[in-house]
């Protein structure tokens, strides 16, 4: 046990307590907590809880401060020596004191403690005192069920400092200008990882920008702030956690099939894990750490980490219900993130995504005023109103947004006139590449109120929606979304901007552009993993598919059958580069493509109707009979006869695969 005094002027203790005074900032809303109580007018009992390295030792010496300020009696206890029997414990003074303040810390340590504490310690201290017991995990329930506790206990959940307390600790620290931002971007506001981050950038003044945490601060703050794991599927099950934006209990499955449950109901006790209606999320400072631990010490350990997580997590794009769009599509894209990125929002609550009802006509009338385009809306509310979604402020019901999702084939000419962002889409796409038998293409309209513009919570929502309904097309050939700065949007979105501006004398507005056939659903989230690094374009590892015309496709089939068995040649074709390879990932194309022609003209011989033009195709392309009219004679056929079944051949093969290109042998995504 230890008096809150600091020691004479001149002292070591003096000398440390004044230091501390000055680094401590901020905490205003618990220091009011802790002097209505100090002064009578509040609870006789304060809980603070919070994660390691959060700032609640400091919290409690300004406690110890402020109540020998005030001319009380002080004393704080270590939680490591505090034992269940008063008179055997340093905080039994406590008891006979109206006047005394106990603090203790590190009650994590005897938690075992807390239903003594409650039932038989507390119970006995007299009304005036105060005691303040500060730990890593929050209180037990039973506090709150017993209605005897209500006014008694006040639970102070201690968080990040805020931006502004955290730049005035590193103006304390005297953390250069140029190193505050990827200090920030690393530490946010938690306090141990500041005052640690800014010894090395105040050392390492020459860094700037580029400053990093070395990793011996990262080890010293996971010792702190985590601690040592039970097992190594322990440590592989918070390392999950740190890496996905929202972990739950088939995440893990997906990824550590073995004690999936046990390991959640773990990771969900630790306290420096939060939860939310998705799932389980950590503190930011400690998903930065074991990220940067990980990928430090073990990068192929974490490769494999991540690419099981994006499986789980493509896949759940693809299965979720349609109001569950938004989120998985949030949670896929959250792994694209860069190291020192800022931390991320877990606020998904702060907007709602309804769909149309007329009643609301009026609605997106107003807000469609707002940019100008109050015609437009109403055009296509009335054509397609099913495309339509309202965006509203939870806490107030203020609608902020609307979109349209616009699904077309084709267009007559009075759409075209109505609407000059769709028609610059579909002129885009008619000189590019046009639209094949049952594909469509979509245009994404936004109509959204100034203050809710640029980068905003409801326009990640509405760009989670709009990738969403990219990724779970079917038949979609294009897609057009329009977007305010298109610099930023290219970016968020990982597609392409077109050249022609979609609203006349608007430069603020363009279309962002992409083509799913070129580079279909899998390859694109691929590429946008490494967008950051190798520009909108996705560097020149990005391949893209080639996109025929039925015409073209078909040339190129027959010309393929003729070099059947000259793989080089074969190597050359376009269709190498089309749907149908891309299905055969991992093989060589040219021989994927052999394989592929081979096979075609195999399936013909389980129609009954096709076995004469199976026998024409087998003999001419796959014997290596060097003239057609030594086919006629090797097949006992008259040559015109043999040219129709050839022809016939060739015909059904062209289909067939023309057919598998269009729509697929498996999900393109």
């Known amino acids: 046990m230890s008096s809150g005094s600091a020691g004479e002027p001149g002292s070591l203790g003096w000398r440390l307590q004044a230091a501390r005074e000055t680094a401590f900032v901020g905490r205003e809303e618990e220091l009011a907590v802790f002097s209505a109580a100090l002064y009578g007018g509040g609870c006789s009992v304060l809980y603070v809880h ?46 006979g004191d109206a006047d005394a303040v106990l603090l203790v810390d590190d009650f994590e340590r005897v938690q ?92 390492d003044g020459a860094a700037g920008r580029r400053w990093r945490p070395p990793q011996d601060v990262v080890a010293a703050l996971l010792d702190q702030l985590v601690g040592e794991s039970p097992s190594a599927a322990h440590r592989r099950a918070l390392e999950i956690c740190a890496h996905a934006y929202m972990t739950t209990e088939d995440l893990l499955r997906a990824v550590l099939p073995e004690d999936s449950g046990t390991l959640f109901r773990w990771l969900r006790r630790l306290p420096f894990v939060e939860s ?17 631990d990980l990928r430090w010490r073990d990068p192929e350990g974490y490769t494999v980490m991540h690419d099981r997580v994006h499986a789980h997590l493509a896949d759940r794009v693809r299965t979720a219900s349609d109001t569950d769009v938004p989120g998985a599509v949030a ?58 979604r309202l965006y509203r402020r939870a806490e107030t019901g203020e609608p902020v947004a609307f979109t349209a999702w616009l699904r077309l084939a084709e267009l007559d000419e009075e759409e075209l006139a109505a609407d ?30 100034p203050p809710y513009r640029g980068n905003s919570p409801v326009m990640d929502v509405i760009r989670w929606r709009a990738i969403g309904d990219c990724l779970r097309a079917e038949r979609l050939a294009w897609s057009y979304i329009e977007v305010r700065h298109p610099g930023q949007a290219r970016q968020r979105y990982g597609m392409r901007d077109i050249s022609a501006r979609p609203r006349p004398g608007a430069d603020a507005y363009t279309l962002l552009v992409h083509d799913w056939r070129a580079v279909p659903a899998r390859a694109w989230l691929e590429r946008t993993h490494h967008l950051r690094a190798a520009g909108p374009d996705g560097g020149p590892g990005a391949a893209r598919l080639a996109v025929l015309s039925q015409a073209e496709f078909a040339e190129a089939v027959r010309k393929a059958l003729r070099q059947l068995p000259r793989p080089d040649a074969l190597a050359a074709s376009p269709l190498t580069r089309t749907r149908l390879i891309a299905e055969r990932a991992g ?10 022609l081979r096979q075609a003209i195999d399936d013909l011989r389980a129609d009954p109707r096709s076995v004469k033009s199976h026998r024409a195709l087998s003999v001419t392309f796959l014997r290596g009979t060097p003239t057609q009219e030594l086919a006629a004679e090797r097949l006992g056929l008259p040559f015109t006869t043999y040219r129709r079944h050839l022809s016939a051949g060739i015909e059904r093969v062209c289909a067939d695969l023309w057919h598998r290109e269009l729509y697929g042998a498996y999900r393109s995504t």
Not at 121 to 142: E, K, Q, S
Not at 150 to 176: F, I, K, S
Not at 276 to 292: A, Y
Not at 587 to 596: K, R, V
């Open 276 to 292: 939310s209606r998705l799932g389980l999320f950590p503190h930011d400072v400690v998903r930065e750490l074991l990220e940067v």
């Open 112 to 203: 075992g403690l807390e239903g003594w504490l409650r039932e038989r310690f507390l119970p006995r201290v007299p009304m005036g005192a105060l005691v303040v017991i500060a730990g890593r995990n929050p209180p037990d329930m039973r506090w709150q069920a017993d209605p005897g506790w209500a006014g008694a206990l006040e639970v102070l959940p201690l968080r990040d400092l805020r931006p502004g307390d955290a730049q005035a600790l590193m103006d304390t620290c005297g953390v250069p200008a140029e190193s505050r931002g990827p200090l920030l971007a690393f530490a946010g506001g938690h306090p141990l990882a500041l005052l640690l981050g800014a010894a090395v950038a105040v050392k």
């Open 420 to 449: 000059p962002v769709v028609a610059t889409a579909w002129a885009h796409a008619r000189a590019t590449t046009p639209l094949r038998a049952g594909e469509h293409l979509a245009v994404g309209r936004q109509w959204v109120l």
């Open 331 to 388: 949670a896929l894209l959250h792994l694209r993130r860069d190291h020192g990125t800022p931390h991320g929002r877990h606020d998904e609550g702060e907007f709602q995504e309804e769909g149309w009802r007329q009643e609301d006509l009026g609605t997106l009338l107003r807000v469609a005023a707002a940019e100008e385009d109050a015609e437009g809306a109403a055009f296509w509310a009335e054509r397609r109103p099913e495309a339509f």
């Open 50 to 95: 919070g994660p390691g390295g959060i700032g609640k030792s400091a919290l409690l010496r300004r406690f110890a401060h402020e109540a020998a300020v005030a001319g009380r009696p002080v004393s704080m206890v270590d939680g490591r020596v505090l034992e269940p029997s008063p008179a055997a414990s340093e905080a039994g003074p406590v008891l």
């Open 587 to 596: 093989q060589n194309p040219a021989t994927a493509l052999g394989d592929l």
